[in-house]
């Protein structure tokens, strides 16, 4: 998403200079290189006086370009962008005369890093082992499971997959038991329980559940 943005400097009176906060949205995981803003800068004096240059701190993943017009730069990617690792960055930008003596001003620029559903659900173990006793109570709760995203506002909903023992609670992950367990006829059983986020599109990961009798 391109923003215009107009950093007025009058180099000649430094109180007058124009100065307003605003942020600007770009989402994560774009390609390097990529325009998130563009950004004017003006001065109302001539010659040298008029004469600006801008830059930013090299520490970031942005960088100016000086485009063909004066005084117009592009606000750019230098690398990629992750919103898990953080999700907001203060630029400071720097706009300098070329007269004597120079003179200079600031402003801070915000860029929001938007949101990409590029996590899939994450279980708190793989595989999960349940010691549970036999001749249990029909609908009785047995254990549960979690999965979590690292993904903004992209919770995971967990469900049990390929068996008629169990069913599951999708909006926090507690197993009950649809029957009585008989150990003397089943020694163990295994089932899958898969968790999808709400991204679009969405991702999904499973674990594997064993249950053992509990002597």
């Known amino acids: ?64 370009m000086p485009s063909s017009h004066d005084n117009i730069y592009s606000l750019v990617t230098s690398g990629l962008l992750d919103r898990e690792s953080k999700f907001q960055y203060d630029i400071t930008l720097v706009a300098k005369d070329a007269g004597q003596p120079s003179l200079s ?14 996590n899939i659900p994450e279980f708190s173990f793989s595989p999960y082992a349940f010691y549970v006793m036999e001749n249990n109570v029909p609908g009785k709760f047995l254990f549960s499971v979690s999965a ?37 006829i089943v020694k163990t059983f295994q089932f899958q329980v898969v968790a999808t986020d709400s991204g679009t599109p969405s991702l999904s990961s499973n674990v594997t559940v064993n249950v053992y009798r509990l002597w």
């Open 148 to 184: 979590t995203d690292k993904d903004s506002n992209e919770n995971a909903i967990v469900k049990n997959k390929y068996t008629s023992f169990i069913n599951i609670n999708s909006e926090n992950g507690e197993i009950y038991a649809l029957k009585s367990f008989d150990f003397e």
């Open 105 to 118: 001003t600031i402003k801070t620029i915000t860029a929001l890093i938007s949101d990409v559903n590029d």
């Open 1 to 64: 998403m391109k923003s215009g943005w107009k950093l007025e400097n009058l180099l000649c009176q430094a109180r007058d200079i124009l100065y307003r906060q605003r942020a600007i949205q770009t989402v994560e995981a774009i390609r390097p290189g990529t325009t998130v803003a563009l950004i004017s800068v003006t001065d109302l004096d001539s010659g040298l006086n008029g004469k600006i240059s801008c830059s930013i701190s090299d520490d970031i993943p942005f960088k100016l």
